[in-house]
């Protein structure tokens, strides 16, 4: 669930960036600037993606274990 609140809010903001720089609103800089955001979100998001990969395996592996036991 919160992974997809992630990628939804990167590609919301992907969608505005790009709508505001197809609209020459957003200067060279302003867009370098805004690029070098989005990279370091992209990486963040990609780690946040590997946690939450890794918990889920944690919490199957638990799960498993507990049905074991039963």
Known sequence: MTKD?????????????????????VSDQDRQEAKKKVDDLDEKLDDVEKKVDELLKKVDAQEQQDQKEK
Do not use: N, Y
């Open 5 to 25: 609140r992630a990628l939804v809010g990167v590609m919301a903001m992907l969608v505005l960036l790009a709508f505001a720089a197809g609209c020459g609103l």
